[in-house]
C-alpha cells in the first residue's frame, strides 16, 4: 500500500437474510455498532467514511454500487464484535466476508479485517485476499496503523502489534498478543450513527413488534472466567463508560433515531458499585424514560440493584445460568451457586423485571441427572424466557482446549439456529434439539397454566424423551475427569 487515502468505506459480514432463526424467529435486527464506533474514531481522526449495512441486504449488490458511488481507498470490514452472533463466528458470516474481500480485490482496493473470527484464524482471512488482520479490539490499534500504512517507508517493525499482514509470516499470525486495552472509553468519540438508514429499521421493527429497538454498550469485556467464554477481542478485562457518556449518547440516539427501546449488550451490564444508581439519577434529570433490556450474573443481582434498575427503565434482564447441576457449573469455572439463581429471580420478579435464563446443553460430563436437574431449575423457577443451546468449544477457551482432539470436522456452526453438537459430547446433536425444544413447550404451557395436571403431563413427556437417551449417546463422549487427565 503506497498512496495516501482518506476514504474509507466501512463494512460488516452478517446478512440477516443468511440466518433463518433471527430472520424467522427473532427479526430484531441491530445497526452494526462496533462497525459505528470504527467509522467514528476515523471521522474524528479526518477520515471520509462510509458505510455498507449488510443487516437488511438482500445481496451484494448495493455493496458493490456503494464502492462504486463512493469511490473508497480502502475497505475496512469491522463485525459487531458487541453482538453475540458474531462471536459465534458463524461460517456464513466467513463466507460473506470472502466475496467481500474478493470483490475489492478485483477492485485493487486494500482491505483490513476486524472481527473475532479472523482474530482467531487470522491466516484464512489473510488466505482470502485481506491485506491486514486487526485482532482484538479496533480503536487500541486502528490509528496507529492507518499512521504506518500513510507513511510506507517505515519498517516492518513500526506495525501494531495486534496487526498481521500479508507478509507478516506463520510466527506472528500465531502469536497471541496480549496488548493493553483501551482504558478510558469516554475519550472515544460516540458511534457514527448517522450512517445507519434508521427507517429502514424502523420498518421492519415496527412490523414484527410494534416499536424500534437500538443497541448500545456501556463497557468492554468481562472479568469472569467462565472456560467457554471466548474473548478475542477484549480478554479477560472491564472498562466501563461514566453513566455520564451513556446518558449523552443516548440523548443523541433519541434525537437521531427516536428508539422505544434499548439493548444494552453488554457482557455484564452496571458491574461498578453505584454505576446502575448513578445512571437512573441522570436519566431522572434528562427526562428521559426508554425502557431497555440487559444481561448480567445471578450473583450480582441484590435488592438495591434491582431497584435502581427498575427506576432507570430496565424491563428485562437476562443471566447466564448455564446449568441446574452445580457439579456441572462448577466445571464451567462459572463461580455461581444455584441459590443465588434462585434469589436472583425472586429479587426481580418482585420489581416487575422479566427474567430470562441462557441455558447450554452438552457440557463435558453433563449426564441425565445433571438434566434433570436444569430441567427442575427451569420449571421451579418459571423465568419469563429461556434461550437454549449447545456447548460450542471456540479457539482461546479452556473449554476448547479440553476437547479439541474430540473436534469434528464441522466447527463451526453456519448459522445460529443450528445447536449441533461439534465435537464427541456425551449425547448427538438430535437429542439436544428435541430437549430444547421440550423445555420451551414446557415452560410455556406451564406459565400460561402452573396446575398439578399440566405439570404432570409434561413430566410423563420429559421420561419418555429421558427414556430414549442411549439411543443417542455418541461413540466416544468425553468425560470431564478424562479431559483434566489428558490435559
Known sequence: MTKPFNKILLAHAFFLKNDSKQLQDKVKPYPPLA???????LRNAGYQVAL?????????????DKITAFKPDMLLIVEDSFHFLSKMCLSHVRETSREMINFARELNLPVLINSADSSDVPHIYLDFGADYVIRGEIESSLMQLFSYLQNPAQADACLPSRVISQGSGTSRAQKHVKERNL?????????????????????????????LGINMVTTRGCPYRCNWCAKPVWGQQYVSHSPAYIVQQLIQLV?????EHIWFADDIFGLRNGWIEEYAHLLNQENIRI?????????????SMVQALSDSGCTEVWLGVESGSQKILDAMDKDLKLSEVKQARRLLKQVGIKTGFFIQLGYLGEEIADLNATRELITGLLPDEIGVSVSYPLPGTGFYDKI???????????????????????????????????????????????HADTRALWQNRWQQLMNSAEQHKQAIPVSIKERHCAG
Open 255 to 259: 434525537d437521531i433515531a427516536r428508539p
Open 52 to 64: 455498507f449495512d449488510a443487516m437488511l441486504a438482500q445481496d451484494l449488490a448495493p455493496f458493490e
Open 183 to 211: 482504558r478510558a472509553l469516554d475519550k472515544l468519540p460516540p458511534p457514527a450513527w448517522d450512517l445507519v438508514d434508521f427507517a429502514a429499521y424502523r420498518e421492519i421493527w415496527q412490523a414484527h413488534h410494534g416499536y
Open 35 to 41: 462497525t459505528l464506533y470504527a467509522a467514528g474514531l
Open 291 to 303: 425502557p431497555y433490556m440487559i444481561q448480567s450474573r445471578a450473583d450480582l443481582i441484590n435488592e
Open 404 to 450: 479439541r482432539t474430540g473436534l469434528f470436522a464441522k466447527d463451526h456452526w453456519q448459522e445460529s439456529k443450528d445447536l449441533e453438537v461439534v465435537f464427541n459430547a456425551n449425547y448427538s446433536s438430535d437429542f439436544y434439539r428435541r430437549i430444547r425444544n421440550h423445555l420451551h413447550r414446557e415452560l410455556k404451557a406451564l406459565r400460561n397454566a402452573p
